[in-house]
């Protein structure tokens, strides 16, 4: 097993961390990088604006009620606007729409980075962007959000759910595959 203790010691985020060693940068990204997640595209619409991006933070937070939440950098455009606009939609990406998490990570094999017109969208009951041909897409009103490190996480009450019943896209080890177990 790889020793990936400390070289650092934790920040403090909590009392309890105080003193603890610290994984590094460095071993905590070369590990989560090799894990395979599912890749989708966070959209918000509103006051401050038409914003999209690429990210696998996504996850179930709770079912009763329905949240969802997604983990984005403060330094992107995106955290001022879905504060802002107060809703966001995570549009879950099928086989197939790799150009488009590649668009929306700012690194577009062809064209424009961020550009809308790569794909195909229809509007929400909240306004957010929902992408024509997803897996599955969460429209969700801003419920919470917390900061955490360089992130903040921001949890969606979930208005309104649609699946297409396509093959899901996942992303790891720098490379998109889909499911093994997948029809
Ligand atoms: C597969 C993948 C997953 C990503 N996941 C996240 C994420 O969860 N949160 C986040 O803030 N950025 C995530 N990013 C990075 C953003 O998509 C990207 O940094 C952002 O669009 C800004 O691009 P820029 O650094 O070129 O300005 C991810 C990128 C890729 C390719």
């Known amino acids: ?99 488009l998490s590649d668009c929306f990570a700012g690194r577009p094999r062809d064209g424009a980075p961020f550009d809308f017109t790569a794909a195909q969208w229809s509007a929400a009951s909240t306004g957010a962007p929902i992408l024509t041909g997803a897996v599955a897409s969460f429209d969700c009103a801003l419920l919470e959000q917390h900061d955490i490190g360089t992130h903040t996480a921001f949890f969606g009450r979930v208005l309104e759910v649609r699946e297409a019943g396509v093959v899901p896209l996942i992303y790891g080890s720098r490379l998109y595959t889909r499911p093994d177990t997948a029809a």
């Open 1 to 99: 097993m790889t020793d990936n203790s400390a070289t650092v010691q934790c920040d403090n985020l909590a009392s309890n961390c105080r003193g603890l060693p610290s994984a590094s940068r460095e071993s905590f990204l070369a590990v989560m990088g090799r894990i395979f997640s599912l890749v989708a595209i966070i959209t918000t619409d509103g006051p401050a604006g038409r914003y999209a991006i690429t990210v696998n933070s996504a996850t179930s937070a709770s079912a009763d009620p329905p949240i969802v939440l997604a983990c984005i950098n403060r330094r992107s455009p995106l955290y001022d606007a879905i504060i802002a606009n107060g809703v966001y939609c995570l549009n879950v990406l099928a086989h197939g729409q790799e150009h």
